[in-house]
């Protein structure tokens, strides 16, 4: 067999033992995706059969996502009047962030203590991301840089349950940093703030990390708090 026949015989057979993706797991990545990135704005009415027809998917599995993204806060039904993507008032944006710095220290302290070396260098990617999205002014590349900041945190978390509540969170909130985008000061301070975390888990210093991430989100609370109410 030729290098490139047995190089085909691997990859068929990676295909073969993949399991396929449900398509109700696709048409949820690709529908939290469209909030999150604001092509389907808050308040938005949401339809199985439009829903259907632009994810080419079929109802079913549309219809499972739309079930799972309502658990997670993203979507709103109102049972016999309306599907809707989920606006939330001043109020309900300040108690997920009151959640996440409740849960989102833990996260840092506990990978001050476990975190492996590729997950330090795709964190310092995230930052150095948002440090480049900054000098060229682009706020949407910066958001979604720092939404993969804490991704990366809650993802190489030892405690996955904890991992999986924090992202969930996290997600209810993540559209407002592109509907309602922070100025270039804040910008430069939030990236800051994560780089003092990142450097807390290189020194191994859990208390600091803990630290560090609550000064963040406290901050992150300040400048939300101050933007939603100055509109």
Request: aromatic share 2%; with cysteine; charged share 25%.
């Amino acid at each position: 067999m030729t290098q490139s026949e047995d190089h085909h015989s691997n990859l068929n057979e990676h295909l073969v033992s993949s399991p396929p993706r449900l398509l109700s797991e696709v048409a949820y990545e690709r529908i939290k995706e469209a909030i999150r990135s604001s092509d389907l704005e808050p308040g938005q009415p949401l339809s199985e059969k439009k829903l259907s027809s632009m994810l080419g998917i079929s109802r079913t599995p549309i219809r499972v996502a739309i079930q799972q993204l309502a658990q997670e806060g993203l979507i709103q039904i109102i049972p016999g009047r309306a599907v809707t993507v989920a606006s939330l008032s001043v109020q309900e944006v300040m108690n997920a962030i009151h959640v996440r710095a409740i849960l989102e220290p833990e996260i840092a302290r506990l990978a001050a203590a476990s975190i492996s070396a590729v997950g330090l260098d795709a964190l310092r990617s995230a930052i150095q991301e948002m440090e480049a999205a900054i000098e060229k002014d682009d706020r949407t590349t910066w958001a979604q840089a720092d939404s993969r900041f804490h991704e990366i945190l809650s993802a190489t978390s030892s405690n996955k349950l904890l991992g999986e509540m924090v992202l969930q969170v996290r997600n209810r909130i993540s559209y407002l940093s592109l509907v309602n985008p922070t100025d270039q000061k804040r910008m430069r301070a939030c990236t800051e703030e994560h780089r003092q975390v990142v450097d807390a888990i290189v020194a191994r210093d859990s208390q600091a990390a803990e630290q560090s991430m609550r000064d963040h989100l406290n901050k992150l609370q300040d400048s939300f708090f101050h933007r939603l109410t100055h509109i």
